[in-house]
């Protein structure tokens, strides 16, 4: 069941414009995880191969199963591995795929002959349960090239799962198995995979996938939706950050923003990017929601640990692949318009080229257009910094705060003869929010070759950082004590363990905030959230319409449809769900009248949008 709302949610998602929600996936048995594993990281380039060996040595990331594919294995199955192992250490990818998918087609078989074989249902039940999940390790190529086929076997799972018997409840209503509906199930399965999966050599493979054999020979093109591999985490993160606005902050609503709220709606926007981030709903605030860092985000093979992540590597944009495995921590957003230059090597002056590169370089979105970018820059420009009553405006500690941190203030402004003569507050200077708007090599990075200088970093703010661990551009460092501790060794300070005590207290303090954290409550829901935000979003409308403006129309509709859709999934208050489900079609509505310029349509749509959504944002959800 679980595989089967995993499926039906991905159906969904795939049916129209994704949304910037994404949808938890039911978790993974070992070997099908590591077969998916292989899929995505053999096509990265350069290959690595140690990430492939990992894949089936250990569980994959947040895995339910404490072992990996080939421990599991050796538990469970008879299937010897060993010319998986071999292809692995000859790093022959062709060899590897060949092995891998015999071996989980074989798996399925193992499972299949378990369900005929069981004498009790309720072996059976879980043998065929087994082979199912283990199917969907191939189920999306199978779709993708042959919907008759994967409509055929998924009858075949449903009749089979069914036949199995049942034991009834305490005796009663028991029913025997159907062995002849059983075999013949097993027979459409089976027969597919001796067809695709189940051979002694498989067709040269330039793009790993789970495409049946046939498809591949039959030479059609043929695109499998891109799919995060398991143990991928693009979730928000939890406690959800607190967005602090500068419009807000002075009583401004957004909805008399327009160029603001068209900016907040595209950095909420899968539709932006290219694909394969816009169809796994990636979006700007994916990695920096609500301005901040997602310290949960990861991806296998683009992440070396949560809240990093390669935008320069082989997935996002396979033209933009520099070929270095040099995941970056992803900085924070909070005070943008204080910290430029931008890009951890500050590379770019201007936010808007900055914000350019991250669209269509990064992850391989259409050139924006002038009004896209403006509304990008307008929005992310009232990103604020968390307010701290522990400092001043211009950087100096309050009275209320501790004695270690005052000791450690005086420390900070004490220049260091191995420092040249500087002190910390030279690059983070405090009446100028922590930085210097400069780039300097303090030797974090290590040289990419001989000679080279290519290891000065953009200066980060220390406002806001006690939420934003771990730290310097890699996130090698996991505490605000370990930069200390870094900076007093590699750099001779010659620092005490009290001074050391005491700056990181200065740190802790510089970094911390009054209310770092969204608070929810009964009031203030996730949902109520969400829907306010959707719904400002929707209001540049007002806007747009009479421009005639059907680009950035269709844009938001698209994105905010979707968007509406899937946060209604997650409302608590399921008598409401229709009402914000319909609300959601009217909104499709308006972009399908745009779409055919049919403006007197759109218009009478929009109009009902507002009517409807001021009467849903009345009651309590």
């Not at 807000?248 to 981030?277: H, N």
């Not at 950082?465 to 930069?483: M, N, Q, R």
């Not at 310029?597 to 218009?603: I, K």
Request: net charge negative; glycine share 6%; proline share 6%.
């Amino acid at each position: 069941m679980r595989v089967l709302l995993a499926t039906l949610a991905s159906a969904l998602l795939l049916s129209g414009p994704v949304a910037a929600t994404p949808a938890k996936e039911a978790p993974w048995l070992p070997e099908a995880a590591a077969y998916r594993l292989t899929l995505f990281l053999g096509n990265l380039e350069p290959l690595p191969w140690d990430d492939i060996e990992t894949a089936w040595t250990e569980p994959y990331r947040g895995s339910e199963f404490s072992v990996g594919a080939l421990a599991w294995l050796d538990r469970k199955s008879d299937i010897e591995p060993d010319g998986l192992l071999d292809a692995i250490m000859r790093e022959d990818l062709q060899a590897v795929f060949a092995e891998a998918t015999r071996l989980v087609a074989l798996r399925i078989e193992e499972n299949l002959d378990r369900a005929l074989a069981a004498e009790e249902s309720a072996t059976a039940q879980l043998a065929v349960q087994t082979a199912r999940e283990l199917y969907r390790a191939f189920e999306d190529g199978i779709a993708a090239a042959d919907p008759e086929a994967a409509r055929r076997i998924g009858l075949a799972w449903l009749e089979l799962n069914s036949s199995t018997g049942s034991a009834g409840v305490l005796g009663a209503g028991a029913t025997s198995a159907d062995r002849d509906t059983m075999e013949a199930a097993r027979a459409v399965i089976s027969g597919y995979l001796a067809e695709n999966y189940l051979l002694d050599s498989f067709a040269p493979r330039r793009t790993l996938s789970a495409l049946p054999e046939t498809a591949v020979l039959s030479g059609k093109a043929i695109e499998v939706p891109p799919s995060l591999p398991p143990g991928s985490d693009i979730f928000d993160q939890d406690p959800l950050p607190l967005l602090v606005l500068n419009f807000e902050e002075q009583g401004i609503d957004e909805t008399d923003l327009p160029l603001v709220a068209y900016g907040d709606m595209l950095f909420d926007s899968a539709q932006l990017f290219g694909s394969p981030a816009q169809d796994l709903g990636i979006a700007c605030s994916t990695c920096h929601n609500r301005s901040d860092v997602n310290q949960r985000l990861f991806i296998p093979g683009a992440s070396h640990q949560p809240g990093a992540i390669d935008v320069d590597g082989a997935f996002f944009n396979p033209i933009f692949n520099d070929r270095r495995d040099d995941p970056l921590d992803i900085p924070s957003l909070r005070g943008l318009r204080f910290t430029g230059p931008y890009g951890r090597d500050g590379r770019f002056a201007s936010l808007r080229d900055f914000t350019r590169n991250v669209v269509v370089n990064e992850f391989g979105g259409k050139e924006p257009t002038p009004f896209m970018l403006d509304a990008l820059v307008a929005y992310m420009l009232e990103f604020d910094f968390l307010p701290n009553s522990m400092l001043t405006t211009d950087g100096r500690l309050t009275d209320t705060t501790q004695e270690a941190a005052r000791r450690g203030e005086e420390i900070f402004n004490t220049p260091f003869a191995r420092l040249g003569d500087r002190s910390c507050a030279s690059c983070h200077v405090p009446d100028a929010n922590f930085l210097d708007r400069q780039a300097h090599d303090i030797g974090s990075v290590a040289p990419g070759y001989e000679g080279a200088r290519a290891g000065a970093l953009d200066t980060p703010t220390l406002l806001g950082t006690a939420y934003t661990a771990p730290y310097f551009h890699d996130g090698s460092l996991p505490t605000l004590a370990a930069v200390v501790d870094w900076f007093d060794e590699t750099k001779s300070l010659g620092l005490t363990e009290e001074d050391r005590a005491d700056l990181t207290a200065y740190l802790e303090t510089v970094g911390a905030a009054d209310e770092p954290y969204e608070a929810f409550d009964t009031e203030n829901t996730a949902f109520r959230l969400a829907f306010a935000e959707l719904t400002t979003f929707a209001s540049t409308i007002d806007t747009l319409l009479p421009r005639r403006d059907a680009e950035h129309i269709l844009l938001l509709t698209d994105t905010v449809a979707a968007d509406l859709s899937a946060d209604a999934s997650t409302m608590s208050n399921l008598p409401a769900r229709p009402e914000v489900y319909a609300l959601a079609e009217r909104l499709a509505a308006v972009g399908a009248a745009v779409r055919v310029e049919d403006w007197e349509a759109a218009e009478a749509s929009w109009t009902a949008f507002k009517s409807e959504a001021d009467a849903i944002e009345e009651r309590a959800f």
